[in-house]
C-alpha cells in the first residue's frame, strides 16, 4: 500500500471496511483521535483513517489549500489506492463539504465510490456557505477571505462552541489557530456552483442547537442523494462531534455494521 501524508499511518490491510474522516474549518486529524477503538467497543469492524490536511497538527510547516478543487484533485489522487477498497466517507462541516466534492470527482471519472457518506453539520452545496455571527464583527468576502479582527474572530468561534473560552487569554496559540480557520473560511467559499446528486446513500447529521447550519439547511442535501438518505438529530450545537461525540458514534457504529458486507460500488463516469 502506497504511503501518503494525508493519513496518520497505513491502512489496515484486511479491515472489512475503512471510514475516512474529514475535518472541520480549523480542525485536524486528532478531531478523531477516539474514533477507532470507541468503534472497536460497539462491534463496528472498521479502520478508521482521519484525514490530515496540509498546514496543521503533524503538516503545520506546509502550505494550506485555500481553494476547493485542487485540494480535492489531490485527494482524489493521494488517496485513490486506499479507496479502491470498501470504505465510508465521514466529514464535518467544512469536511462535509470535502467529502461530497471528492465523491463528485470520483463519480465523474468512474472510480469506486464509498458504500455510503456521513455528512454532519453542514449546508447543501446549493447554500451559500455559512458565516459566522455577524455580531462579532466578521465578514467573508467575494474572495473567501475573513475580514474580522483576530479577536472577533475568535470570540465567534468560541460562542458556537468551536473554542474554548480559556484560549482568548493566550494570544501565542491564537496566533497559530486562527489562520488556520480564515483559510479553511476561504476553502469553503472556493466551492463554486454545486454538482448534482451523487449515486451513494447519504446519511445526514445535525445539532438540535447548532447556531450556524439549521436542520432544514442540512436536510437540503435530499437532493444530492441518488441512492437514499436518512437524516439524524442529535443533541448539541454545531460541535456536537466534540460535546456529545459518545451520541454520535452510537449512530456511527451501526452504519459501519451495515455497511461493512458489501461490495464496493463503482460508478460509471458521467
Not at 86 to 103: N, W
Amino acid at each position: 500500500m502506497t504511503t501518503t501524508e494525508y493519513l496518520t499511518r497505513a491502512p489496515r490491510p484486511h479491515a472489512p471496511v475503512r471510514l475516512l474522516c474529514f475535518p472541520f474549518a480549523g480542525g485536524g486529524a486528532s478531531a478523531y483521535a477516539r474514533w477507532q477503538n470507541e468503534l472497536d467497543a460497539r462491534g463496528a469492524s472498521v479502520d478508521v483513517l482521519p484525514v490530515r490536511l496540509p498546514g496543521r497538527e503533524g503538516r503545520s510547516g506546509e502550505p494550506r489549500f485555500t481553494e476547493l478543487a485542487p485540494l480535492v484533485a489531490e485527494l482524489d489522487d493521494e488517496l485513490d489506492e486506499v479507496l479502491a477498497s470498501p470504505h465510508l466517507l465521514y466529514g464535518h462541516s467544512m469536511g462535509a463539504l470535502i467529502a461530497y466534492a471528492l465523491i463528485r470527482r470520483r463519480q465523474e471519472r468512474g472510480a469506486p465510490l464509498p458504500r455510503a457518506a456521513l455528512l454532519a453539520a453542514y449546508r447543501a452545496p446549493h447554500l451559500p456557505p455559512p458565516r459566522l455571527d455577524t455580531d462579532t464583527d466578521i465578514d467573508t468576502g467575494a474572495d473567501g477571505s475573513c475580514a474580522a479582527s483576530d479577536s472577533g474572530l475568535a470570540r465567534a468561534l468560541v460562542a458556537l462552541g468551536g473554542l474554548p473560552e480559556a484560549l482568548l487569554g493566550h494570544p501565542e496559540w491564537l496566533r497559530a489557530l486562527l489562520p488556520v480557520v480564515r483559510d479553511d473560511l476561504a476553502l469553503c467559499a472556493s466551492a463554486g456552483p454545486a454538482g448534482g446528486p451523487v449515486r451513494v446513500p447519504l446519511h445526514l447529521f445535525t445539532g438540535a442547537d447548532d447556531s450556524l447550519v439549521r436542520t432544514s439547511e442540512v436536510t437540503a442535501w435530499r437532493r444530492y442523494a441518488a441512492r437514499g438518505c436518512e437524516v439524524r438529530v442529535l443533541p448539541g450545537g454545531h460541535f456536537f462531534l466534540r460535546t456529545h461525540e459518545e451520541w454520535l458514534l452510537d449512530e456511527v457504529a451501526p452504519l459501519v455494521r451495515r455497511y461493512g458486507g458489501r461490495r464496493t460500488v463503482h460508478a460509471a463516469a458521467s
